[in-house]
């Protein structure tokens, strides 16, 4: 992989964690009124996994580097596999993100599975599928802004 292309993943995973963090805070409560605040999953999977104890904003930074990150790996890895676009792959990557963390992690960490299936989860779908569509949107306008340009 390209140094171009480990730089559009870091930007896509920065837009799409920002975009997901507002989403989060400010509009969740607004849609489902639910606040998601995914740090405490975070938070609770170290104390239980390692029996270490870590403050919020730990988690919060956390979670937002392995989204930035992690997220935009793995929505890369599932545009290459499905052989898809950008966006499409977004969608099929936050779809499964959104059942590893409500189906899988939740109920490690003592949550009913999908957490019932509430508004939180509701809400977790939009704003995980959300943040990844985003984030393989602007992976997609980065390349194509580059090969209008030319190599750099």
Do not use: C
């Not at 995973?13 to 989403?23: D, Q, V």
């Not at 029996?51 to 997220?71: D, E, K, Q, S």
């Amino acid at each position: 992989m390209s140094r171009h292309i480990f730089r559009n993943l870091f930007l896509a995973g920065l837009a799409g964690e920002i975009a997901f963090e507002i989403y989060a805070w400010l509009i969740s409560p607004l849609l489902f009124g639910v606040a998601l605040a995914p740090a405490n999953l975070v938070v609770a999977l170290i104390r239980i996994g390692f029996g270490i104890p870590v403050p919020y904003w730990a988690g919060f930074i956390l979670h937002v580097a392995i989204g930035t990150i992690g997220f935009s790996g793995f929505l890369w890895m599932t545009h290459l596999i499905l052989k898809r676009n950008l966006v499409l792959a977004g969608a099929i990557a936050g779809l499964i993100l959104w059942f590893v963390a409500q189906g899988l992690l939740a109920p490690l960490v003592g949550r009913s599975f999908m957490m019932g299936f509430g508004a939180y989860t509701q809400s977790s779908l939009v704003g995980h599928i959300g943040m990844a569509m985003l984030m393989g949107y602007v992976m997609a306008s980065l390349q194509a802004r580059k090969s209008r340009n030319g190599p750099s």
